[in-house]
């Protein structure tokens, strides 16, 4: 991975820490604050939900996690790197080898098919179509998707849908997997399938990082911490009262 | 580098598959352009091996003679001639000459007439020697020889045409024919010979150059053509060279006057041809090229809507790690396989057209497409489809990952 810090922390430290991220953005004469000073460490293998209103910055901020926007101010460092020291490439190389990212609209390539869509982030890897083929398949049973592996993602289900986006998260086995809203499409029951899923994938020591607005799935994980308009009002353990 | 051009051209060939028809109709362009280029190039290369063929009939190692006039002195009434004493000059002091015949033409087309039967054609005046310059061969009866001229013999060979044309018997020999007022016996009827730039080289009637000339009134005047074959260890130019200097001092030309005579081969005459054909080939393939470059233009246009039809697909493949150069190349290949696949169906259907158009049009030659004009082809679409490619892909290449997937 390009720009390691060879003075920077050792094993124990945070995977990602963030400082004083701020996202702006300038509509006309108005400054809306996406983001406003949020900092936050985040060590592997935790599960940490981040919860908040409509609209209170946490795509936002999954995506300045995922390395998919720039932050107008403020550090990030993931495991290793600054982030804002590096080139489109080299963020590229980064959301191919480190991020899984489970988007809240999946976001699947509509005319792939499921496993075809799994494969793809191995083609940026130089991985040959059998070997491809071969993990993406496997990264499918994990999902139980064994038999729709053929199917285009307008013939399957929304929760379908999402189980093929979490195995395209999971095939390249990413430090961190990030994940908007994976239940915000979905009635409850697959929800909790889904859910389930995650929590094995976090006894397996899966660093997940997690955006709702439901408290119930939130409570799910290790931590939850709170955004209101662009900046962190609470960081608690799971289970902890809310008031 | 290998991996992400292989893995580009599957993802570029789905894309063209899925969207068949639109990929068929942007790529027309440079379909009918290919046709077209191919369309012409196959007849004219065709035509021009065909006229190849032709020529070698003319015998390949004889010179003409002509006389030749320019413009400028005919305005001032001035006309050159070639006499008989310039060819007993050329047979008494020329070197390196097999045979040599003198050919007088009648002035224009002669009527020619058997029994009922008339019709035109070219009657020239020659002797027993044209048969080796002109590579003639008689299929009946015999050539002239040499006694029919010293006689001035009223002797005919005909061509094969003019047999036809006047409902001759299979054998003409021994008939007699009416040349322009004169009875003229027929001794020979010469082998088919074929056109050759639509000249029917059997629309001929031979008669004794003697006779010829006491036919044609004002002897004086008389400008002859002479036709020689060399000898086998003779070269075209030093042969040339030596009747130049001949019969410039013949007719007393100073030094910076220009030859009143012209000296052909028939590869010139053929170069000469070849030459119009090329240039012909090159000014419509000149012209056809542009619709080339609209069929590129077209290909950009399609392009570019494709890369904001598939702005959020970018957008999704960068957030998995695909990286510029991998958008870039999936984009320029897919531009450059549209633009390729149209210069195959092209080639195809310019080759058709060829085909079809050569073989309804009787004696016109085989079209034939020569592998360089294939090549060409093939490489120009290519060519065109990574240049009007480079705009749209570098487009995709660029887009910011979070604003295409916003994208809606
Ligand atoms: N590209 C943009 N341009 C301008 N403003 C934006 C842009 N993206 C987000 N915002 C603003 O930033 C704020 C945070 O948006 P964000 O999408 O992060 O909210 P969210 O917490 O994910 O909401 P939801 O739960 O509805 O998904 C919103 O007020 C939004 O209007
Ligand atoms: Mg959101």
New binding site residues.
Partial sequence: MAAKESTGPGENAPLIRLRDIA?H???GSQL????DGVSVEINRGDWVSFI????????????ILGCLDRPTRGQYFLNGAYVEELGPNQLAEIRNREIGFIF?SFNLLPRATALGNVAQPLIYRRIGYRRRREMAREALRRVGLEDRVDHLPNQLSGGQRQRVAIARALVTEPSILLA??PT?NLDSRTSADIMQLFDQLHREGQTLIL?T?EEDVAGLGDRVVE?LD?KIIRDRRAGEPLA | MFHVIFESTRSALVSILAHGLRSFLTTLGIVIGVASVIAVVSLTQGMSAFIGESFSSLGSNSLTIQSHTPIAEQMRGVRARLTPEDLELIERRGEGIASITPILYANRSTQVRYAAQTTFSQIMGTTYAYRDVAQSWVQRGRFIAESDNLTRRRVAVIGETVREDLALPENPVNEYVDLGGEWFKVIGLLEPKGEIMGFNQDDIVLVPYATMVSLSGNQARQDIQIQLSLSEDAEVADVTRQLTALLRNAHDLGPDEDDDFTINTPEQLMETFDTIINMVTLVIGGIVSISLLVGGIGIMNIMLVSVTERTREIGICKAIGAKRHHILAQFLIEAMLLSLLGGLIGLALGYGFGTAISSSIESFPPASIPLWAAALAMGFSAFVGILFGILPAAKAANLDP??AL?YE
Avoid: W
Wanted: neutral net charge; proline residues 0%.
């Fill in positions: 996202k953005y300038e509509m809306v604050r996406a983001l908040g209103s409509s609209g209170s910055g946490k795509s936002t901020f999954l995506n809240q908007d809203e915000g955006v607005h955004l662009g | 979070i604003d916003r």
